[in-house]
């Protein structure tokens, strides 16, 4: 599948920001898919992730409470609310997807990933 993420921009701390990742093909539904983001000289992280059916999410604890997944599969994309934002979630935040079957647990490691989107930066001023 090829994954686009979209909806990043400059924000000022305290703010909110709604993140999209739009696939293609007929075979999205099929895709358990990830958000993870990159800040400049640090390791792409795992933020959250959510089942083929949306039924299971997964967070990273520094994005608990603060980040809220979700997808609509009739429209081929998965939506990352983030709301609190602090200065260091300024990063490239980048969508990825792997074909799974439908029981199986949501990755969190880049390599488990095939598709990836281009990356869409986020940057949070104080």
């Known amino acids: 599948v090829q994954l686009q993420a979209s909806g990043g921009g400059l924000v000022e701390a305290g703010g909110s920001l709604r993140l999209s990742c739009s696939g293609s093909?007929?075979?999205?539904?099929?895709?358990?898919i990830g958000w993870f983001r990159q800040a400049p000289g640090k390791e792409r992280e795992f933020l959250s992730g959510i089942s083929r059916g949306g039924g299971r999410t997964q967070y990273a604890d520094s994005v608990k409470g603060r980040f809220t997944i979700s997808r609509d599969n009739a429209k081929n994309t998965v939506f990352l609310q983030m709301n609190s934002l602090k200065p260091e979630d300024t990063a490239v935040y980048y969508c990825?997807?792997?074909?799974?079957?439908?029981?199986?647990?949501?990755?969190?490691?880049?390599?488990?990933?095939?598709?990836w989107g281009q990356g869409t930066q986020v940057t949070v001023s104080s």
């Open positions: 093909g007929r075979t999205f539904s099929r895709y358990t």
């Open positions: 990825a997807g792997v074909s799974t079957i439908s029981s199986a647990p949501i990755p969190t490691r880049q390599m488990s990933y095939d598709d």
